[in-house]
């Protein structure tokens, strides 16, 4: 199965406010994912909250500059874009299609949901008794064609205001790989042994990291997870290890052996210009030259000697480019495969937040309007 991979933008919130700041960045990122090699990337996807007061003209300042993406975008609804208590304008001015939507994308079940519009407007977040039938049916048609499904949807399952405990079972039970949100305005990422949740932090409205902006890119290979936050303005080579699974991601499903024979493969997809040389190095041992994969743009992999012996194991891939920048990435392993996790305690919810974990983006804050921040 081939590897999935999408760049997240987190919360636009586009509005004269504060000047379009979010617009400034959004145009960035667009140029930042036009540059990576042709088929590194799946789609580009915004999770809500795309307009800050559903405007017209809030949606017309960013509708040209997703335009111009050479990969598709898929937007869905915050709770900003039904302000209004409609849609009709965020559908219109973005061009997308109707929610819920299924896509299949290399091999994964990709599941749009519309969490604003069943509710009252503001945080009541609902499903409404149609899509979920409809979800019903197509975690298990994914499940029944062995294809993983990956899950879009503004806030997670515990944000609801009903039916979040069951949404959250639902996936747990479909085998569903990642879940990806909007909403908190900061970067997170939840393991409930089940099912790994993501949030990403608003480009336009930022607490954290001195407010600085920046975009998510996650990857599925296999059944394995991984996530990390790009700040802007970082041109050297990105690198993100994509297998063996770092040990913050594992759950009780995840396709997790990391050891054969003494030998680990390693793999890696690596967003940059003029990328002449990729190594990797196991547990601080010799570094190992990685090769481009044939058919899969933008992914190096290699095969390492290790001791079974040592645990956690980290693994380190460093990229350089023509220019001589260096870029890099490391994981911690665990060299045994992880126990199935049998525990259904709040499923879906922050409580299964993973700790800080910088080097990915992580600050463990919460610092954003619906947690521990400001008002906006």
């Known amino acids: 199965m081939s590897m999935l991979t999408w760049i997240h933008i987190g919360d636009l919130h586009a509005s004269d406010e504060d000047d379009y700041v979010s617009v400034g960045h959004l145009e960035t990122i667009v140029e930042a994912v036009n540059r990576a090699p042709e088929g590194a990337v799946d789609f580009v996807y915004l999770p809500g909250d795309n307009a800050n007061h559903a405007t017209q003209e809030q949606y017309r300042r960013l509708r040209p500059l997703l335009d111009r993406l050479n990969v598709p975008f898929h937007a869905i609804p915050g709770d900003h874009d039904f ?33 604003v519009s069943a509710g009252t407007g503001g945080p009541d977040f ?37 039916g979040g405990e069951a949404i959250a079972h639902a996936f747990a039970d479909a085998n569903v790989a990642f879940v990806d949100t909007g909403h908190t305005h900061y970067n997170e990422l939840l393991n409930d042994g089940w099912v790994i949740y993501g949030a990403t932090r608003s480009t336009g409205q930022i607490e954290e990291d001195d407010g600085r902006p920046g975009y998510t890119v996650i990857h599925v290979d296999d059944g394995v997870v991984s996530w990390r936050f790009r700040r802007l303005g970082d041109d050297r080579p990105f690198v993100t290890i994509t297998q063996p699974a770092d040990h913050r991601l594992v759950t009780g499903r995840t396709r997790h052996e990391p050891l054969k024979d003494g030998r680990m493969t390693i793999r890696a997809k690596v967003l940059g210009d003029d990328v002449t040389a990729v190594t990797a190095s196991v547990g601080g041992g010799d570094a190992v030259a990685m090769h481009p994969v044939p058919g899969e743009p933008a992914v190096w992999a290699c095969a390492v ?30 060299t045994h495969p992880a126990e199935a996790r049998t525990g259904r305690h709040g499923l879906g919810t922050d409580v299964h937040a993973i700790e800080a974990w910088p080097r990915h983006g992580l600050l463990g804050s919460q610092l954003g309007p619906n947690k521990n921040g400001r008002h906006w």
């Open 83 to 115: 302000e209004t208590k409609s849609l009709d304008t965020f559908y219109t001015e973005l061009g997308m299609d109707h929610l819920p939507m299924a896509v299949d994308v290399k091999g994964h079940r990709c599941l749009f949901l519309d969490v």
């Open 126 to 162: 609902r499903l409404g008794d149609t899509q979920w039938g409809w979800l019903q049916h197509e975690l298990h048609r994914s499940q029944a064609a062995e294809q993983p499904a990956v899950v879009f949807m503004h806030a997670y399952p515990g944000d609801l205001k009903q």
């Open 305 to 334: 000697s290790v001791d079974a012996q040592a645990r956690p194991l980290e693994v380190v891939v460093t990229a350089t480019d023509r220019q001589g920048a260096v870029g890099d990435d490391a994981i911690r392993v665990a």
